[in-house]
């Protein structure tokens, strides 16, 4: 079983990039043909907390006690509220390619945050992966703002996807321990349950106001997707592969996510793919590459022993 869990780990990143690659387009077309980017935020953490909450009832129970009840707030606020609100309010009025591009963009934000925060080396390396990975992310929000073209992008779209990294880079910085304490269902049900509450009364007069009746079938059939399959499960199958690969490969994992969202919204006529964001994705994708390969703290700290 042991000799297992590397397979298993490589499977579950590779499921949880693909869910959330095809998540992108069925998520903006849900978003064209009935719902709103407020309408999807809410389904999602509303309907991330039921189903976290009722699975945690079959699994292991472990004692949380109220200070870390109280820290999963803030871990809330980063790593679900401000980072999906922006995301898929970015997504409503940009392309799923020019979204799913700017996720990849993470590990340059947290790298910069591991400077400040965890007192990180900046090396050459990683200075040139992050010239490299934001000047991918200018071309994406320079060809959006010219372009007028919403299968292109919308620059406001773009900054609100990349705001999103941002705030997840932010959440993986400050509550790595926390996070490493418990299993996924205990971190899930308590993070989704306090984002619940957060968003609760700014969205819930939002939601009301749908007109049920005048949704198309298939646009539920989306949202139910990125309940069921680009929340609920892609956040589990993502916290089994952290917990036994290394990050540098969980990040190499986020190239698949571009690659299917830009794949599928093409196929599905909603996006177009330009040379211009083909450029960005070179950019990008150097970038990352750079960052996540340079040595941390730790690796600088073993050579000199």
Known sequence: MTNNKPL???????????FWGLMAPLAKNAMTHGLDGIDMVSFRVFGGAILFWIVSLFAPKENVPWRDKLTFIGAGIFGLVCNQCCYTIGLSITSPSNASIMTTSMPIFAMILS???LKEPIT????????????????????SAASGNAKVGNIKGDLLCLAAQFSFAIYLSLFNPIIKRYNVFTINKWMFLWSALIILPFTSHHVMQIEWTQVPTQTWLEAGYVVLFGTFIGYILTMIGQRVLRPTVVSIYNYIQ???SVTVSILMGI?????FQGVAIILVFSGVWLVVKSKSKKDINSSKI
């Open 115 to 117: 400077f400040f925060i």
């Open 124 to 143: 050459l390396k990683k200075t040139l992966g992050v010239l490299l990975g934001c000047s991918g992310a200018l071309i994406l929000i320079l060809t």
């Open 258 to 260: 571009p690659i299917v």
């Open 271 to 275: 996006g177009i793919f330009t040379f």
């Open 8 to 18: 298993i780990a490589h499977a579950s990143m590779f499921g949880a990039e693909f």
